[in-house]
């Protein structure tokens, strides 16, 4: 059975810096695409940012380009999104994300297979 667990979210202060981590079960994890989702209250999900299997192409969001910084360590299972930079409109629970299938980073939630509990992220201005 595979389970995502992201931690590390909480209350930051606007344009400061928190990194979130999603640590995954699964002896394929190092085969996955993973990307992080966030939703904001009363709003839909929205993708943030993908990361292929090897870490040699990653995708983001344009609302998030130049301030979040996603990574993996295949060792370790486990996927960061380093967040810099921070704005009260980045609040939101954000969701790590598996696809299984090989092929280019997608951007679409229903393309993803396994999704992590969420963790919250508060942004104070």
């Known amino acids: 059975q595979v389970q995502l667990v992201e931690s590390g979210g909480g209350l930051v202060q606007a344009g400061g810096s928190q990194r979130l981590s999603c640590a995954a079960s699964g002896r394929t994890f190092s085969s996955w695409t993973m990307g992080w989702f966030r939703q904001a209250p009363g709003k839909e999900s929205e993708f943030v940012a993908a990361?292929?299997?090897?870490?040699?192409?990653?995708y983001y969001a344009d609302s998030v380009k130049g301030r979040f910084t996603i990574s993996r360590d295949n060792g370790k299972n486990t996927v960061y999104l380093q967040m810099n930079s921070l704005k009260p409109e980045d609040t939101a629970v954000y969701y790590c994300?598996?696809?299984?299938?090989?092929?280019?980073?997608?951007?679409?939630?229903?393309?993803?297979?396994?999704w992590g509990q969420g963790t919250q992220v508060t942004v104070s201005s």
């Open positions: 990361i292929s299997w090897s870490g040699g192409s990653t």
């Open positions: 994300a598996a696809d299984r299938r090989p092929r280019p980073l997608v951007t679409t939630a229903m393309s993803y297979d396994y």
